[in-house]
């Protein structure tokens, strides 16, 4: 199937022209590209978390298929739901779903499930696509939605993704989309947020699901978070780095009421 954009022209510009035009000033082109396992983008619209998302990519070497792992928003669909077949259309032109890896990791899970419905109106992966267009083109990707569950369970779909990933010696980024604190003040949210980076820079995300529960954070990112951990961990992963934290407040100037966004990068020991 060709799965349309939704979220051109409200969360990103809705021409090719202007796509690139914003992104040319939201990435680094001068910055070192680095050997990633995994990366934390926030999905909201560019004007708000953009600056973040931008900074987090630039930092990336591409590899020829992402995996772009986001939470369900809409509620539609099977609750762990990934597209095998067909292309994302965005303005900038169609991406290609990796087919062998999507099929691969249904063989492998005990949870993830075909299904196109989830993705419909949904913008999670959606948005990080254009960023990824603007670097390479021809990239593949490998869509998946997960509704709330248990950690236990979002940390087995990581390890699921990282054992597909070795099976198929796949060249292969994992991206967790997300935002984090929703609708709080900005101190109170740099304070929540600041805990639940804390953990994730630790690449631990049973601390991160400790945090997450007990300091009643309303981060969107939290389940495609300790999937995106997980498989990281199971991939090698030894460090991870805050490359840039923000809020809307930065953009809108109203403190009073904020959502977070902050970009990490996941590397190995050669990273």
Known sequence: MIRNAVAAGRFYPGSASEIREMIETLVDKTTKKEEVIGLLMPHAGYPYSGPVAGATISRVKFKSTFIIIGPSHTGVGKPFSIMTKGVWRTPLGE?????????????????LQEDETAHLHEHAVEVQIPFLQYFRPD??????????????VYKEIGWDIAKAIKELNGEVVIIASGDMTHYEPQASAEEKDNKAIEAML???????TRRYQELDISMCAYGPAVSLISAAKELGATRAELVKYQTSGDTTGD???????AGIIIKGGGG
Do not use: C
């Open 139 to 152: 990239i593949k990707i490998v869509p998946i939605i997960l509704a709330y569950a248990p950690a236990e």
């Open 255 to 261: 403190y009073s009421s904020v959502v977070g966004y």
């Open 202 to 208: 630790k690449l631990d995300e049973d601390e991160l």
């Open 95 to 111: 991406v290609e779903i990796d087919s062998e890896m999507g099929k691969k990791l249904i063989a492998r899970s005990d949870y």
